[in-house]
T-cell receptor
Framework: DAKTTQPNSMESNEEEPVHLPCNHS???????IHWYRQLPSQGPEYVIH???SNVNNRMASLAIAEDRKSSTLILHRATLRDAAVYYC??????????????FGSGTQLTVLP | EPEVTQTPSHQVTQMGQEVILRCVPI?????FYWYRQILGQKVEFLVS????????KSEIFDDQFSVERPDGSNFTLKIRSTKLEDSAMYFC??????????????FGPGTRLTVT
């Protein structure tokens, strides 16, 4: 699977927007970009995914660069409950291993009150 | 909202003993997984299971590990002879459609396994 690079940690103030970046310069045309997060002492939780176009759901927005070499997860109003490790994961749609998730180290988001 | 459940939440065992970790996936899901996370490290894939057989497994999933779906609801991970290095949080996950690579995986809360 193509590699992703994320900052180790980020801080945000409560009720402000948060932009979590992810670089994936070796992404292939068949890779989907997925984001999961892991709250303290919990299992990972799906956040959002996309291929080329920007995506929105109730949890977040995903902005994908035109060349697809980077993406940004946007939390529109961070809450204390959003403090978690956020993982950017590429999944190759044509690979047999596409069904498993390969987690990196992620970005530890701290939300300040 | 449906959720994946796991029991027990914490299991303490002695080295060399067998342990069985239990999971109840979401009821209409067809694909099942086990992952583990050693304290302070990344979440690692162990095995995936579909149609009553292993679909994929990682190098970690050696002969000491086995999985089973003994009935229509449970999905278990057995470690035959535990080692100290098996101490970790074990997460079960499930997903709805094995044919769609975009589908999301739903994770359980985990079982913390401590081998002494």
């Amino acid at each position: 699977d193509a590699k992703t690079t994320q900052p180790n940690s980020m801080e945000s103030n409560e009720e402000e927007p948060v932009h979590l970046p992810c670089n994936h310069s070796t992404i292939s045309g068949t890779d989907y970009i997925h984001w999961y997060r892991q709250l303290p002492s919990q299992g990972p939780e799906y956040v959002i995914h996309g291929l080329t176009s920007n995506v929105n759901n109730r949890m977040a927005s995903l902005a994908i660069a035109e060349d697809r070499k980077s993406s940004t997860l946007i939390l529109h109003r961070a809450t204390l409950r959003d403090a978690a490790v956020y993982y950017c994961i590429l999944r190759d749609s044509f690979s047999g291993s596409a069904r498993q998730l390969t987690f990196g180290s992620g970005t530890q988001l701290t939300v300040l009150p | 909202e449906p959720e994946v459940t796991q029991t027990p939440s914490h299991q303490v065992t002695q080295m060399g003993q067998e342990v069985i970790l239990r999971c109840v996936p979401i009821s209409n899901h067809l694909y099942f997984y086990w992952y583990r996370q050693i304290l302070g490290q990344k979440v690692e894939f162990l095995v995936s299971f579909y149609n009553n057989e292993i679909s994929e497994k990682s190098e970690i999933f050696d002969d000491q590990f086995s999985v089973e779906r003994p009935d229509g609801s449970n999905f278990t991970l057995k470690i035959r002879s535990t080692k100290l290095e098996d101490s970790a949080m074990y997460f079960c996950a499930s997903s709805a459609d094995p044919g769609q690579f975009t589908y999301e995986q739903y994770f359980g809360p985990g079982t913390r396994l401590t081998v002494t």
